[in-house]
């Protein structure tokens, strides 16, 4: 079983929409947790971070984490074509195992004009 | 500021010949990594460099892998002799500290094709 599990999709939706994206993980040490846009032949950028439990919102964007059900989201309201990407969602823990991330596989998602 | 610099792009090579993917990170990130992005997979680190230490490369393949980062600044990751199975995105991402804190910074990737 792989430590961050992620839905590849392809999740395809029509602009405007409310898109949720979600990931489970296993480790209960994860303490950060960030998600990543990534477009086609570009490397990933981070998105959003979040450390420990709760929500954080950033324009159209709102990050969720649940540890007690080790379970996070991404949202994006009123979704745009250029929202189109792969997002990736990463997880980190504390101590030396701090410096290094962990990736789900990610999702591929679709805005449709 | 310029961002991770990467070079070459992409590259195009027969298996069991050698191959050298270059990169330059951000200035004053001292904490650098190579990671490896099959299609449709998430990425998977390779090396960590902290300055011109390696101090995690232990899913890197070393029987044909090798890595450097001389001067803790530009580094290069080389494989020898490359495998068709080699065929992937390889990223280089640099940080300004630990990276549940402060995210990484990725390069846009060499895409290898062996063949």
């Known amino acids: 079983q792989k430590e961050v599990e992620q839905d590849p999709g392809p999740l395809s939706v029509p602009e405007g929409a409310i898109v949720s994206l979600n990931c489970t993980y296993s480790n209960s040490a994860f303490q950060y947790f960030m998600w990543y846009r990534q477009y086609s032949r570009k490397g990933p950028e981070l998105l959003m971070y979040?450390?420990?439990?709760g929500n954080k919102e950033d324009g159209r964007f709102t990050a969720q984490v649940d540890k007690s059900s080790k379970y996070i989201s991404l949202f994006i309201r009123d979704s745009q074509p250029s929202d189109s990407a792969t997002y990736l969602c990463?997880?980190?823990?504390?101590?030396?195992?701090?410096?290094?991330?962990?990736f789900g596989s990610g999702t591929r998602l679709s805005i449709r004009p | 500021e310029a961002g991770v610099v990467q070079s070459p792009r992409y590259k195009i090579i027969e298996k069991k010949q050698p191959v050298a993917f270059w990169c330059n990170p951000i200035s004053g990130h001292n904490t650098l990594y190579w990671y490896l992005q099959n299609l449709g997979q998430g990425p998977e680190l390779l090396i960590r460099?902290?300055?011109?230490?390696?101090?995690?490369d232990s899913q890197l393949p070393k029987d044909r892998f090798s890595a450097e980062r001389l001067k803790g600044v530009d580094s290069t990751l080389k494989i020898q002799p490359a495998e068709l199975g080699d065929s992937a995105v390889y990223l280089c991402a640099s940080s300004l500290g630990p990276p549940g804190e402060y995210g990484y910074t990725f390069g846009s990737g060499t895409r290898l094709t062996v063949v």
């Open positions: 979040t450390y420990s439990s």
């Open positions: 990463a997880m980190s823990s504390l101590g030396s195992s701090a410096s290094k991330i962990i």
């Open positions: 460099y902290e300055n011109e230490e390696a101090v995690d």
